[in-house]
Every structure is written in C-alpha cells, then in structure tokens.
C-alpha cells in the first residue's frame, strides 16, 4: 500500500510540473502554435462577414486572446454544420437511392 501511495504522489507533482510548462510557452512555442492557429484557419471556409481584419487577426494575436477562442467557437461550428450537411445527404439518399440504384432500375 505504501508504494501505491508514493506512486500516486509522484504522478500529481508530474501532472502539476506538465501542467505549468503548457502555461509557459516559450517563444519558439508560440511560433508553432501561431502556426497551427494559421493552419486551423486555412481549414475553415472564407468569413462572410465585412470586417477584412478578422481574418488575419487570428495569427497577429496573442494565444491568449478572445480571438483564438472566437477562431476555435467559429472552427467548432464549422465542423456542426459539416455534421448536419453530412446527415441531410444521408437522409436524402435513403429517400431517393444512390445513382447506382437508379440506373440499373431504368436498365432493367
């Protein structure tokens, strides 16, 4: 039991030592994470709003920013309406059939 317990307490001081390393990017580490940030955004479709500033403000701001959380808000609403494209197809091939389906019915 003892050796449990001292195994237990060196693995909360190796999760709390991960922990604050992730909080203290480096500057080589900010470079990357702007650089996934801009990647992330290249993903997404154009914005259709007017503001032209919005676009490349994701990469100019700090990670910390409101705007990286408002990049990964529009990122996961983005993936909800794929989701939703993805369920209508469906739907309407169950409804009509594949093009497959059609053709060897009108062959037939």
Known sequence: MRILKTQRSREG???KKNGN??????????DKFSEKLQAL???????????PSRQDAY??????SGVTEQ????TADYIVRLRTQV????????????????ED???S
């Open 71 to 74: 990049l990964f808000q529009e």
């Open 21 to 30: 390393k992730r909080t203290n990017v480096s500057s080589c580490g900010g």
């Open 105 to 107: 019915n009108f062959v």
């Open 87 to 102: 369920v209508v197809l469906q739907k309407l091939i169950e409804i009509y059939g594949s093009s497959d389906q059609t």
């Open 13 to 15: 001081r190796r999760s």
């Open 59 to 64: 990469v100019e701001e700090d990670s910390g």
């Open 41 to 51: 955004k290249s993903l997404l479709p154009p914005a259709t709003t007017t503001e």
